[in-house]
């Protein structure tokens, strides 16, 4: 009877396929770093805290929160239907797990950085935990946004990247892991038979040309990001809508810091003057030039700081004050030519065409360009924790905080072009601690104009960035990052 | 095709293939919804002389400013053309004006909720005037800044205002002064735009000696506004009832008006009070009318009438400019969410950053004014960075929205991943 009922209700509320260019290689909040991970994690797991629909923090895992009169200590206070997907009781030893666990310096969480602001983790009653803070805190909960995990199903805190967890993800989220299938998909039933949807799939579709098609041939009911190249084509389909989403994203290319020639703030100039960024943006679609690391719309984007150009003659000087000679149509010191190797993740859309196009205009330019493709494994591997690169071709994601500390913190985890500036690490220190808002913009433009001319990346662009979602699925809310944070008032039809 | 030939061409071509009589008295609409055949846009495909004659009588570069949504363009043009400009930018402004109340409020409440406003700050006043067009007295309660305080308290917000005469050489009393005589008519309304991109007030920030705080003129839109309603009202109407429907939101069909057009093409829009998908429903509705009238116009089997539509995208523009008027009714309604479905299915997504003859300034203010209602300001700003080029005076919004968004943000640790 029960089966009876449960499949009358999946068919009822149906099965809501989204496409990601790549399935998550682990499902694992402690070691989430890109967007596809983000998504799928918001399916499975729960935060104390999170965003309600108009984006205001409100308890979620927790029913209750009371801040120290010094503002120093937080005690949460946990819901009592809180429940794993296992049906056991979520409690206040996961939360000082997944706190521990994320600050374990063996574990290297990427997650690190947002508890960093949390001293100490106790237990402190059957459904209390204790927090205490390395200052005072205004308001923490806006903090307590990270993923809680089951203690139960980790030996101890320190977790690796290859734990069995990765493979069989339990969490305290609106749906639960059903199977990996053999395509690479991910099949998701929402925890409660009330809910719109009844089951969601993660479709790995790498050719993202094809994401577009599928969506029109109804093999898919959501797109997260469309090429900018296909927006003409769905907005004119009357069983597509789009909505804006992701939109605090930007590309760039990053300079390993530490390795030569890079070092050299003349050599990274030259190389800025060779590019024509214009030419790279228009293959891959529309989108707003950047000088520095926010978009345009931001309130903390200097304009006054001027966009690179292609200057092929200030590039040809600033080669000659690094030491370099053009010789044979390459530019060569100690008879060596310069040679570099651009490094993009294999799921990064668009980057094959961005790629190839700059290896054709740094060449022209004089300089040799080798590029590589990385899968996950190999990213994660040799971006994140080695850094061994010469250019990295990537994008940034933010949320609607737009806090770039750890990419350009000196000792930021996200930093990988290992940039250091201790200006800019005051400044990012004062936007940090601002307790007004002018304070913060000013600190972070003047952060965008130190960073622009330093040049530890050469900042490209933001994309129009939209998700596309088929009329059959009703009473969407796409959360502006995480997308699916308001997925149980969805509802298929 | 060149702003001179562009849809004479088309217009002359209809003529031409003798396919339409070109003074508008043959209509060959058979087979074309009963009720749309007699609106305006059939009107301009059977007889494009009298479109032609039209567009020469107000200035034709005034009509394709008008057409491309350049409303600031369109009001050097004659007649019907400027008052219709005119009227479109007491609209935008109109919203902006509204958008730059509520985040003004927004604002005030947000410091209230931190445990009140910057200190010796003349915030409250500047929240207290958007809330009440500059009558708010009362609002001075605290704040000690000596110059200004007894400035804005002085403000009458009226026409005749009269300033002391020491406060007339200040900067905040020259905006104000600047602002009384937009009012009353006097002054280049170009003038206040042009100052509305600096602060109205700068104020040194207690907690950071050296620092500036800058805080924009609360009042820059609804004068704007004020201005652009007088400015479309000294102008006569128009008496064709072409020029009057040319490219707007209406429908145009004689002797019924939209709320029955819409009826009559199956289009009901929802109650007060409806959920966000009833409005996406009615916007759905529309377009499966006007997606069927469409494919009849292209069915007629005129190349030359296929052309004019295609080159002004005369139906797409009605849609547009229809969800605009129905997003800024659902803000004026008090229903953001509903107003936030109509402007994101209003958005031409191929150019979804630039006003273009779908994408109306309106809509941007629209849409940036229903995202923030709906709690996303971080989103709002997105809608703004569009108008920023034509409209340099939205910085002043913008400046303010972003203050907000920050405020709403501060001790936040955020989020960011890659791809």
């Given at each position: 009877m029960w089966i009876l009922i449960s499949t009358l209700t999946m068919v009822l509320a149906g099965n809501l396929r989204y496409a990601e260019d790549q399935a998550p290689a682990i499902v694992n909040p402690l070691f989430g770093s890109s967007m596809a991970e983000a998504r799928i994690n918001e399916l499975l797991f729960q935060s104390l805290y999170a965003d309600d629909p108009e984006l205001a923090t409100i308890p979620l895992l927790a029913e209750s929160g009371e801040l120290s009169p010094d503002r120093t200590e937080m005690t949460v206070t946990l819901r009592s239907d809180a429940r794993w997907h296992d049906g056991t009781l979520v409690t206040p030893a996961d939360v000082v797990f997944t706190i521990r666990a994320m600050k374990e310096a063996a574990t290297a969480s990427t997650e690190a950085g947002r508890v960093a602001f949390i001293s100490e983790a106790v237990e402190a009653g059957e459904r209390s935990v204790k927090l205490r803070f390395g200052r005072a805190e205004l308001r923490p909960e806006d903090k307590l946004t990270f993923k809680i995990l089951p203690a139960a199903r980790f030996k101890s805190t320190t977790v690796k990247r290859t734990d069995a967890f990765r493979t069989a993800p339990i969490g305290s989220g609106p749906y639960k892991l059903l199977k990996y299938n053999e395509d690479n998909s991910i099949s998701l039933s929402a925890t409660?038979?009330?809910?719109?949807?009844?089951q969601i799939t993660m479709r790995e579709v790498s050719d993202k040309n094809y994401q577009a098609k599928l969506l029109l041939y109804e093999s898919l009911e959501a797109l997260v990001r469309v090429l900018p190249r296909d927006l003409p084509l769905l907005q004119n389909n009357r069983k597509v809508e789009l909505y804006p989403y992701q939109t605090n994203s930007w590309w760039y290319l990053g300079y390993n810091l530490k390795r030569e020639p890079f070092d050299n703030p003349e050599v990274r100039a030259a190389l800025g003057m060779m590019i024509d960024i214009d030419a790279l943006l228009a293959p891959i679609g529309t989108g707003d030039r950047l000088s520095g690391p926010f978009v345009r719309s931001s309130p903390f984007y200097n304009h006054e700081v001027a966009l690179d150009k292609k200057n092929s003659a200030g590039a040809a000087e600033r080669m000659l004050q690094a030491g370099y000679t053009l010789e044979g149509g390459l530019w060569t010191k100690g008879g060596r030519p310069l040679t570099l190797k651009v490094t993009a993740h294999q799921a990064l859309e668009s980057a094959q065409d961005v790629a190839i196009n700059l290896q054709s205009q740094l060449l022209s330019a004089g300089v040799k360009v080798q590029v590589e493709f990385l899968q996950d494994a190999a990213w994660k591997s040799r971006v994140w924790s080695a850094r061994e690169f010469d250019l990295l071709l990537s994008q940034w994601s933010f949320d609607?905080?737009?806090?770039?500390r750890e990419q350009f913190y000196s000792k930021g985890s996200r930093n990988f072009v290992s940039y250091s500036n201790p200006a800019v690490d005051v400044l990012l220190d004062e936007a940090r601690d601002a307790a007004d808002p002018q304070v913060r913009k000013l600190a972070l433009r003047k952060a965008h104009q130190a960073i622009h001319d330093d040049r530890p990346m050469l900042f490209l662009w933001t994309l129009d960035s939209f998700a596309a979602l088929s009329t059959r699925v009703k009473n969407v809310l796409v959360h502006p990052f995480y997308f699916f944070s308001f997925v149980s008032t969805w509802e298929m039809k | 095709m060149g702003r001179s030939t562009w849809w004479r061409r088309a217009a002359v071509l209809l003529c031409a293939l003798g396919s339409f009589s070109c003074d508008g008295q043959e209509a060959r609409s058979s087979g074309v919804d009963a009720t749309l055949a007699m609106g305006w846009i059939m009107r301009v495909v059977q007889a494009p002389d009298t479109f032609s004659t039209t567009v020469d009588r107000g200035g034709r570069d005034a009509w394709i400013a008008f057409h491309r949504n350049d409303f600031l363009g369109a009001t050097t043009g004659d007649g019907a053309v400027a008052r219709r400009a005119w009227g479109e930018l007491a609209v935008f402004y109109d919203v902006l004006a509204d958008l730059s109340r509520v985040t003004w409020v927004r604002l005030g409440d947000t410091w209230a909720a931190r445990g009140g406003p910057p200190r010796g700050s003349v915030l409250p006043l500047l929240v207290g005037w958007a809330q009440n067009d500059g009558e708010a007295r009362g609002a001075a309660t605290g704040v000690d800044d000596p110059v200004a305080g007894p400035l804005m308290n002085a403000w009458s917000g009226r026409p005749a205002w009269d300033p002391p005469e020491t406060f007339r050489t200040l900067p905040l009393g020259q905006r104000m002064l600047l602002h009384a005589q937009i009012r009353a008519g006097g002054a280049d309304l170009q003038a206040l735009r042009s100052a509305g991109g600096q602060p109205i007030h700068v104020e040194v920030v207690a907690e950071k000696p050296g620092l500036n705080r800058a805080l924009f003129d609360p009042l820059l839109y609804l004068t704007l506004k004020l201005r652009a309603d007088a400015e479309a009202a000294a102008i006569t109407p128009p008496v064709d009832p072409l020029e009057t429907q040319l490219f707007s939101a209406g429908f145009g069909v004689p002797a019924q008006d939209d709320t029955s057009v819409l009826a009559a093409l199956g289009v009901a829009l929802p109650a007060a009070g409806a959920p966000a998908e009833s409005c996406r429903n009615a916007a759905r509705s529309l377009d499966t009318a006007l997606d069927g009238w469409r494919a009849e116009l292209g069915s007629l089997g005129d190349p030359a009438s296929r052309a004019l539509l295609d080159e002004l995208r005369l139906v797409e523009g009605l849609r547009a400019r229809l969800l605009t008027r129905w997003a800024v009714s659902a803000l004026d309604a008090d229903q953001p969410a509903c107003a936030l479905a109509y402007a994101e299915l209003a958005l031409d997504h191929e150019h979804p950053r630039e006003v273009t003859p779908i994408n109306s300034p309106t809509l941007f203010a629209a849409l940036a004014s229903a995202r923030m209602r709906t709690g996303n300001v971080r989103l709002a700003l997105d809608a703004l960075e569009a108008l920023a080029s034509s409209f340099p005076e939205v910085l002043a919004l913008d400046e303010t929205l972003g203050d907000l968004s920050v405020l709403q943000n501060l001790g936040k640790s955020g989020d960011s991943r890659e791809n």
């Amino acid at each position: 009877m029960w089966i009876l009922i449960s499949t009358l209700t999946m068919v009822l509320a149906g099965n809501l396929r989204y496409a990601e260019d790549q399935a998550p290689a682990i499902v694992n909040p402690l070691f989430g770093s890109s967007m596809a991970e983000a998504r799928i994690n918001e399916l499975l797991f729960q935060s104390l805290y999170a965003d309600d629909p108009e984006l205001a923090t409100i308890p979620l895992l927790a029913e209750s929160g009371e801040l120290s009169p010094d503002r120093t200590e937080m005690t949460v206070t946990l819901r009592s239907d809180a429940r794993w997907h296992d049906g056991t009781l979520v409690t206040p030893a996961d939360v000082v797990f997944t706190i521990r666990a994320m600050k374990e310096a063996a574990t290297a969480s990427t997650e690190a950085g947002r508890v960093a602001f949390i001293s100490e983790a106790v237990e402190a009653g059957e459904r209390s935990v204790k927090l205490r803070f390395g200052r005072a805190e205004l308001r923490p909960e806006d903090k307590l946004t990270f993923k809680i995990l089951p203690a139960a199903r980790f030996k101890s805190t320190t977790v690796k990247r290859t734990d069995a967890f990765r493979t069989a993800p339990i969490g305290s989220g609106p749906y639960k892991l059903l199977k990996y299938n053999e395509d690479n998909s991910i099949s998701l039933s929402a925890t409660t038979t009330s809910a719109g949807v009844a089951q969601i799939t993660m479709r790995e579709v790498s050719d993202k040309n094809y994401q577009a098609k599928l969506l029109l041939y109804e093999s898919l009911e959501a797109l997260v990001r469309v090429l900018p190249r296909d927006l003409p084509l769905l907005q004119n389909n009357r069983k597509v809508e789009l909505y804006p989403y992701q939109t605090n994203s930007w590309w760039y290319l990053g300079y390993n810091l530490k390795r030569e020639p890079f070092d050299n703030p003349e050599v990274r100039a030259a190389l800025g003057m060779m590019i024509d960024i214009d030419a790279l943006l228009a293959p891959i679609g529309t989108g707003d030039r950047l000088s520095g690391p926010f978009v345009r719309s931001s309130p903390f984007y200097n304009h006054e700081v001027a966009l690179d150009k292609k200057n092929s003659a200030g590039a040809a000087e600033r080669m000659l004050q690094a030491g370099y000679t053009l010789e044979g149509g390459l530019w060569t010191k100690g008879g060596r030519p310069l040679t570099l190797k651009v490094t993009a993740h294999q799921a990064l859309e668009s980057a094959q065409d961005v790629a190839i196009n700059l290896q054709s205009q740094l060449l022209s330019a004089g300089v040799k360009v080798q590029v590589e493709f990385l899968q996950d494994a190999a990213w994660k591997s040799r971006v994140w924790s080695a850094r061994e690169f010469d250019l990295l071709l990537s994008q940034w994601s933010f949320d609607r905080n737009e806090d770039v500390r750890e990419q350009f913190y000196s000792k930021g985890s996200r930093n990988f072009v290992s940039y250091s500036n201790p200006a800019v690490d005051v400044l990012l220190d004062e936007a940090r601690d601002a307790a007004d808002p002018q304070v913060r913009k000013l600190a972070l433009r003047k952060a965008h104009q130190a960073i622009h001319d330093d040049r530890p990346m050469l900042f490209l662009w933001t994309l129009d960035s939209f998700a596309a979602l088929s009329t059959r699925v009703k009473n969407v809310l796409v959360h502006p990052f995480y997308f699916f944070s308001f997925v149980s008032t969805w509802e298929m039809k | 095709m060149g702003r001179s030939t562009w849809w004479r061409r088309a217009a002359v071509l209809l003529c031409a293939l003798g396919s339409f009589s070109c003074d508008g008295q043959e209509a060959r609409s058979s087979g074309v919804d009963a009720t749309l055949a007699m609106g305006w846009i059939m009107r301009v495909v059977q007889a494009p002389d009298t479109f032609s004659t039209t567009v020469d009588r107000g200035g034709r570069d005034a009509w394709i400013a008008f057409h491309r949504n350049d409303f600031l363009g369109a009001t050097t043009g004659d007649g019907a053309v400027a008052r219709r400009a005119w009227g479109e930018l007491a609209v935008f402004y109109d919203v902006l004006a509204d958008l730059s109340r509520v985040t003004w409020v927004r604002l005030g409440d947000t410091w209230a909720a931190r445990g009140g406003p910057p200190r010796g700050s003349v915030l409250p006043l500047l929240v207290g005037w958007a809330q009440n067009d500059g009558e708010a007295r009362g609002a001075a309660t605290g704040v000690d800044d000596p110059v200004a305080g007894p400035l804005m308290n002085a403000w009458s917000g009226r026409p005749a205002w009269d300033p002391p005469e020491t406060f007339r050489t200040l900067p905040l009393g020259q905006r104000m002064l600047l602002h009384a005589q937009i009012r009353a008519g006097g002054a280049d309304l170009q003038a206040l735009r042009s100052a509305g991109g600096q602060p109205i007030h700068v104020e040194v920030v207690a907690e950071k000696p050296g620092l500036n705080r800058a805080l924009f003129d609360p009042l820059l839109y609804l004068t704007l506004k004020l201005r652009a309603d007088a400015e479309a009202a000294a102008i006569t109407p128009p008496v064709d009832p072409l020029e009057t429907q040319l490219f707007s939101a209406g429908f145009g069909v004689p002797a019924q008006d939209d709320t029955s057009v819409l009826a009559a093409l199956g289009v009901a829009l929802p109650a007060a009070g409806a959920p966000a998908e009833s409005c996406r429903n009615a916007a759905r509705s529309l377009d499966t009318a006007l997606d069927g009238w469409r494919a009849e116009l292209g069915s007629l089997g005129d190349p030359a009438s296929r052309a004019l539509l295609d080159e002004l995208r005369l139906v797409e523009g009605l849609r547009a400019r229809l969800l605009t008027r129905w997003a800024v009714s659902a803000l004026d309604a008090d229903q953001p969410a509903c107003a936030l479905a109509y402007a994101e299915l209003a958005l031409d997504h191929e150019h979804p950053r630039e006003v273009t003859p779908i994408n109306s300034p309106t809509l941007f203010a629209a849409l940036a004014s229903a995202r923030m209602r709906t709690g996303n300001v971080r989103l709002a700003l997105d809608a703004l960075e569009a108008l920023a080029s034509s409209f340099p005076e939205v910085l002043a919004l913008d400046e303010t929205l972003g203050d907000l968004s920050v405020l709403q943000n501060l001790g936040k640790s955020g989020d960011s991943r890659e791809n």
